[in-house]
C-alpha cells in the first residue's frame, strides 16, 4: 500500500477498455512521477488488485466483460483500495450510482491532465493522513484509533473506506459542532470540490449505514438543514 506521496513512487491500476484513453491516462499520470498498468478487461483488472496491490485505481465503467459498477462492489466487498472512476457518462444519477457502489470520487470524461493528478494525489493524501497530532477519539460509543486508522462503533469494528475515515474523523474532532459542508469538502476532497454536495451526501448515506442503529434516525452524524453535519457529544 501507499509509503509516501513525496517519493511518488505509486502504483495505479488504468481499467481501460479503449487503448488510445488508457495510453493519455497513463501518459499524464507518468508525467506526474506515479507508475502504472493498464488493462481492458474487468477479470484482468480483479486478478491485477489481487495479485500486484496497486495504491490506486482508475476504473472505466463500460469494460466488454464486467459492467463496472459490478466490480466496484465486489472489489468493495473485501477491499478499501482507492478507487476513482473515469467514466464518459456525465449525468448526477450515474456519478451517484458509482458513489453508492463504492467509488472513492468520480471524473466525467473529458477531463484536464491537471485536474486528473490533482484528484489522485488528492485521494492519495486521505488514504495516508493522519490528523494532528491525536491518536485516540472518542464520541459516546464510536471509537477511533488514528494511529491503527481503526474505528469501532459499541466494540464492532468498522471498515471504513480512505474518504469515509476522512469524514469521520473531521467530525468526531469537531464533535458538538456543525461543521458547515464546505469545510468538509475541502478537508476531505480538497479545493477543487466547493459546492460539489452529492459526493458529501453518498458518502454520509454510506457512512451512516455502517453507524448507526436506524440510518433514516441518524444519532451520530446529524443533517444540519443548509448548514452541513454535526456530531452530538450526547443523546
Sequence with gaps: MVTSLYTQDLNILI?????DTAEVVSTV???????????GRGQ??????????PDLVLLDLNLPDIHGLDLLRSVRSY??????????????????????????????KP??????????????RRVEWTPRSETYLQVRHLELDVARRHAKIRGKSLHLTPIEYGILVILMR?????VDHDE???????ETYTGDYSVLRVNVSRLRQKLEENPRRPQYIVTAPGQGYWMPTQR
Design 79 to 108: 477491499s478499501l483500495l482507492p478507487m476513482i472512476v473515469l467514466s464518459g457518462y456525465g449525468k448526477d444519477r450515474d456519478r451517484v450510482h458509482a458513489l453508492e457502489s463504492g467509488a472513492d470520487d468520480y471524473m466525467s
Design 174 to 178: 469537531n464533535s458538538g459542532q456543525v
Design 15 to 19: 481499467v481501460e477498455d479503449d487503448e
Design 29 to 39: 499520470l507518468e508525467s506526474a512521477g506515479f507508475k502504472t498498468v493498464a488493462v
Design 111 to 124: 477531463f484536464s491532465p491537471e485536474e486528473l493528478i490533482a484528484r489522485v494525489r488528492a485521494l492519495l
Design 184 to 190: 468538509l469538502l475541502h478537508a476531505v476532497w480538497g
Design 44 to 53: 484482468a483488472a480483479i486478478d491485477e488488485i489481487n495479485n500486484a496491490m
